[in-house]
């Protein structure tokens, strides 16, 4: 896999991978950009999301038709000195349809455990999180 990216200018960088979409990626006024893209630290937090859901919408395939919505927020918790990676990153699910949270749950720990690329590749502990129709679910595969 591959990603060529090419300075815009400024802060700016334009990257396209394999599948030849673009990305925008831009640092915000305060690190001499001009906001007009995703910052690399977004886009991290994002793909972790991103990397974590596709791994759970396939493994709960069978069930995609009970569910009505996924929605997924990554929190980021940054080192203060330089370089300022993640340290932890929260996952927090929020799931509504009908659907066991057992079944949601297998599927974020096989995500986590088995499939996902993105959150292996990083140093940052990675902890989940599941409101299920509202409601907090207690991870019951947890250790």
């Known amino acids: ?9 400024q802060r700016a960088f334009t990257a ?36 974590i859901g596709i791994d759970v919408t396939m493994i709960l395939k069978p069930h995609l038709d009970a569910i009505t919505n996924i ?3 990554t929190d980021g918790t940054r080192k203060e000195d330089l370089p300022k990676g993640f340290t932890a990153i929260a996952v927090t699910f929020t799931v509504d349809g009908d659907i066991d949270a057992k079944k949601v749950w297998r599927a974020i720990n096989l ?11 990083l140093k940052a502990d990675i902890s989940f999180r599941l409101v299920l129709n509202g409601e907090e679910a207690e991870n019951i595969y947890q250790n």
């Open 1 to 9: 896999m591959k990603i060529q990216t090419k300075w815009d200018g």
């Open 16 to 51: 396209v991978g394999d599948s030849g979409y673009e990305l925008n990626m831009d640092a915000t006024e305060l690190y001499g950009g001009e906001g007009k893209g995703v910052t690399p630290t977004e886009m991290l937090l994002a793909s972790v999301a991103g990397c």
């Open 71 to 73: 929605e997924i927020e």
């Open 111 to 121: 995500g986590k455990q088995k499939y996902c690329a993105v959150s292996d590749s």
